[in-house]
Each structure stands twice: as C-alpha cells, then as structure tokens.
C-alpha cells in the first residue's frame, strides 16, 4: 500500500474499531437520541462508573464524542449522528445474511421449528 494512502486507512481503522464494542455501539445510540451524563449511561448499561468512562474515552479519542463538564457531571454528544449510518449498514447486512440462510435452508428442505 502506497504511503500517502495509508494514514487515511489507519485513520478509518481507528474510529471502526471504536466502534467495535457491543457498550460503545449503545453508548453511540443513546447519544444520538440525546446528550447523557456518566451517571445515566452507567445506570443504563448496569455497568461500573469506570467501565463506562473507559468506553468512552475510546469513543472520545476517535472523535465520535464530545464531552462538557458541568459541576461534578460530565455530559457526553455525539459528534456527528451520521456515523450511525454504518451501524444502520451494518443491520442490512446481517438481515440479508439472514434471508441468504432462510433461502438455502428452504432449498434443503429445513424448516424452522
């Protein structure tokens, strides 16, 4: 691969692997319906308070989140709510993965139980 090209490979690479956690996927999605505190995503994912702003210094790191310290809370956005778009990719692809199976196994004679 050509050098000039690779760092905006690797820039990609970073913010998908962001991504890459079932917690940071729902973090994203909460924060795109709203702004939300540690103490609210912590309460929502049944997780410890460190676990939580671990996830989300990943997301911040990447630029997929900003943060605003208010008092003691810090509130976290989204920065740009059309990275959920490649989620949304993401659950057309396994719907159609999930059709192709549905077909085969009908070729074959399986039926769901």
């Known amino acids: 691969m050509e050098q000039k090209i690779q760092p ?3 820039a990609r690479a970073v913010i998908l692997k962001a991504m890459g956690h079932p917690t940071r996927l729902f973090i994203l999605e909460e924060l795109n ?3 939300r505190c540690v103490n609210e995503l912590t309460e929502m994912i ?3 308070v ?3 702003s671990k996830h989300l ?3 911040k790191n990447a630029g997929l989140v900003y943060d605003d310290k208010r008092g003691n809370s810090i509130y976290y956005r989204l920065c740009c709510s059309c990275i959920l ?3 949304n990719s993401v659950q057309t692809v396994i719907k159609t993965k999930v059709e192709k199976q549905m077909e085969i196994a009908q070729c074959c004679g399986i039926t769901r139980k």
């Open 85 to 87: 778009d490649i989620v």
């Open 33 to 35: 319906k709203q702004e």
């Open 46 to 48: 049944g997780s410890d």
């Open 57 to 59: 210094s990943v997301l």
């Open 50 to 52: 460190s676990t939580v």
């Open 8 to 10: 905006q490979y690797g």
